[in-house]
């Protein structure tokens, strides 16, 4: 059995401390922002998921592309059926992570820690979350039981996965940190792309990092 979990739980947990992860746990979580989170996580997740299911390390019952626009869509106060539909903040991070995905498309051991470390949280504590954040949610729901999709993933690891799992970790919390500068950072705010200019949210939070 890999121990993959063991090898890369520091980053896991720097991760799950940061202000941002705290605040999808806290119950508080304003509609707005997580609709801008979910339509930063999406096209991160569609090519990542597109590449994976080509190397056959996953199937339709993992994916969660469909579900997380299915999210963003419910939330959103802009008719996402509009082209012209003002759209969310987009973290820089996004495009990082879309063309790192593409340079290893054919390394199907790193596409696979990518899987792991993004599938295996919504899996784990994305169903704590998922009692907490607004909307339905569907992000989280599987089609089977959930100790059986995650045998589904481990069955595909191995501890020379290591590195690249450090990586999707980096580039989660990459993500939190730059949604969070537009809440919490006034003087680095995107203003003129930014959905809560003005907003200052949860101060006691914003001194965690």
């Known amino acids: 059995m890999s121990k993959l979990k063991e090898l890369t739980w520091e980053h896991h947990k720097n991760a799950e401390r940061h202000k941002f992860a705290k605040l999808l746990m806290s119950g508080k979580m304003p509609k707005e922002l997580y609709a801008t989170y979910l339509y930063n996580q999406h096209p991160c997740y569609d090519v990542l998921e597109v590449i994976g299911m080509v190397h056959g390390l996953m199937n339709q019952d993992l994916r969660r592309a469909p579900a997380i626009w299915e999210d963003f869509r419910e939330l959103w106060t802009e008719n996402t ?34 899987i792991y470390v993004r599938h295996m949280a919504d899996l784990s504590g994305g169903q704590m979350i998922r009692k907490r954040i607004p909307g339905s949610g569907k992000l989280y729901d599987f089609p089977k039981p959930i100790e059986e999709m995650k045998a589904d993933i481990r069955k ?25 500068t ?19 949210l949860y101060t006691s939070d914003a001194a965690d990092e």
Do not use: W
């Open 156 to 180: 595909n690891l191995n501890d020379d996965m290591k590195d690249e799992a450090i990586i999707a970790f980096e580039f989660a919390t990459k993500l939190f940190k730059e949604l969070s």
């Open 182 to 200: 537009q809440i919490y950072d006034e003087d680095n705010r995107d203003t003129a792309n930014d959905p809560f200019k003005g907003c200052l």
């Open 81 to 114: 059926d509009d082209p012209n539909f003002k759209k969310p903040f987009v973290a820089p991070v996004v495009k990082e992570f879309i063309d790192h995905i593409k340079s290893i498309k054919d390394d199907k051991q790193k596409i696979m820690a990518h």
